[in-house]
T-cell receptor, first 116, second 110 residues
Framework: NAGVTQTPKFQVLKTGQSMTLQCAQD?????MSWYRQDPGMGLRLIHY???????DQGEVPNGYNVSRSTTEDFPLRLLSAAPSQTSVYFC???????????????FGNGTRLTVT | KQEVTQIPAALSVPEGENLVLNCSFT??????LQWFRQDPGKGLTSLLL?????REQTSGRLNASLDKSSGRSTLYIAASQPGDSATYLC?????????FGKGNQVVVIP
């Protein structure tokens, strides 16, 4: 099983450029999410989705867009890259989510993004 | 806002010793708590998930306990090995998101 696959692994952007970070899972998971990990800040939730066609904002959504047209894919779009978006981005998924579900979260290996 | 704290940020232990990692959280109304392992340059791997109704969970050499009333969880790793060197993070679930601690960076010295 591939699990959660993120592409690309590394990316360098200039300020103002846009790009899409790809995330795909092959486990038929309903819940998918994007986190960024920064030194001293820990992991922070950007956006999440509880199913195809449903997305919501997390803790730090500004500057990012998401959509969920299929169960498998959950791309993250940077609209106009800024140096403050330099970070490691992780996609994570879970079978289901919510009060009555206790499914572990599965992470991809991350995309290391540098904005100059 | 849920605050999750892991102290110390880094620790070293000799091989064979038992590892004890602590996680504290401010809001006891949680649905579950997960412990993760992160190796350098990699994503997080889920180690154990404890439901709010459980007191502990075990997997091999790993045992995690949960005391909601005091806002604490402890991860025990028995007979540590150099391969256990990694960063360990705890995360609490109160809804559609997890609140993560910043992790304990562990080095097991051969």
């Amino acid at each position: 099983n591939a699990g959660v696959t993120q592409t690309p692994k590394f990316q360098v952007l200039k300020t103002g450029q846009s790009m899409t970070l790809q995330c795909a899972q092959d486990m038929n998971h309903e819940y998918m999410s994007w986190y960024r990990q920064d030194p001293g800040m820990g992991l922070r939730l950007i956006h999440y989705s509880v199913g195809a066609g449903i997305t919501d904002q997390g803790e730090v959504p500004n500057g990012y867009n998401v959509s969920r047209s299929t169960t498998e894919d959950f791309p993250l779009r940077l609209l106009s890259a800024a140096p403050s978006q330099t970070s490691v981005y992780f996609c994570a998924s879970s079978y289901k989510w919510g009060v009555t579900y206790n499914s572990p979260l599965h992470f991809g290996n991350g995309t290391r993004l540098t904005v100059t | 806002k849920q605050e999750v704290t892991q102290i110390p940020a880094a620790l070293s232990v000799p091989e064979g010793e038992n590892l004890v990692l602590n996680c504290s959280f401010t809001d006891s109304a949680i649905y579950n708590l997960q412990w993760f392992r992160q190796d350098p340059g990699k994503g997080l791997t889920s180690l154990l998930l404890i439901q709010s109704s459980q007191r502990e969970q075990t997997s091999g050499r790993l045992n995690a306990s949960l005391d909601k009333s005091s806002g604490r969880s402890t991860l025990y790793i028995a007979a540590s090995q150099p391969g256990d060197s990694a960063t360990y993070l705890c995360a609490v679930n109160r809804g559609n998101r997890l609140a993560f601690g910043k992790g304990n960076q562990v080095v097991v010295i051969p």
